[in-house]
């Protein structure tokens, strides 16, 4: 079971909105602690999507964007894409444990 | 732009060693943290263990503390993790990630393609 709560899967149209949830506690997002967003492509490696909780690294496209608000954040896709298709983490830390933690993964699926 | 080459996995048998290492290219080593994360056969991402610029300071999952040794060589640009006694619930491919700075705890903003660990019988 993981630190950080995901959805296991959500699902749209193509075009529509969806948002990803990662419920922490005062031990790691409630504690101040950033969380960061990958996204995981069919049999590829993780990339970086979302860091210190809003911010897109270069070449992410704006569709993608991250919110914070006490123990919970989440990963809005706007204007959803078949491309978007993809396993999506979030990762923050956990003081009480002294580990990095990782969200259970969001399998996104367009329909 | 920022490369990361795993390699050394493969397939050992339970209580056996291996030693992963991850080669990296394109920036100033040294000046940054370096993570090994994994991914068990359909499951989600697992932090095993972050060692910082210089090698002073570890960290480990409890899951592998104990049995697993991250370290590197800055004159080589390589990344280490010696895994011993490992079991069943070590297989996976491992990923060696690179730290946005060296500071911790920090964020991943470079992964390298993974390296499948297959501890069987």
């Known amino acids: 079971q993981s630190v950080l709560t995901q959805p296991p899967s959500v699902s749209g149209a193509p075009g529509q909105r969806v948002t990803i949830s990662c419920t922490g506690n005062s031990s790691n997002i409630g504690a101040g602690y950033d969380v960061h967003w990958y996204q995981q492509l069919p049999g590829t490696a993780p990339k970086l999507l979302i860091y210190?909780?809003?911010n897109r690294p270069s070449g992410v496209p704006e569709r993608f964007s991250g919110s914070k608000s006490g123990t919970s954040t989440s990963l809005a896709i706007t204007g959803l894409q078949a491309e978007d298709e993809a396993d999506y983490y979030c990762q923050s830390y956990d003081i009480t444990l002294s580990v990095w933690v990782f969200g259970g993964g969001t399998k996104v699926t367009v329909l | 732009e920022v490369q990361l080459l795993e390699s050394g996995g493969g397939l050992v048998q339970p209580g056996g060693s291996l030693r992963l290492s991850c080669t990296a290219s394109e920036f100033t080593f040294s000046s940054y943290t370096m993570t090994w994360v994994r991914q068990a056969p359909g499951k989600g991402l697992e932090w095993v263990s972050t060692i910082s610029g210089s090698a002073a300071s570890t960290f480990y999952a409890d899951s592998v503390k104990g049995r697993f040794t991250i370290s590197r060589d800055n004159s080589k640009n390589t990344l280490y993790l010696q895994m011993n006694s490992l079991r069943a619930g070590d297989t996976a491919v491992y990923y060696c990630?690179?730290?946005?700075?060296?500071?911790?705890?920090?964020?991943?903003?470079?992964w390298g393609q993974g390296s499948l660990v297959t501890v069987s019988s």
């Open positions: 990630a690179k730290g946005v700075d060296n500071s911790w705890p920090n964020y991943f903003d470079y």
């Open positions: 210190g909780n809003t």
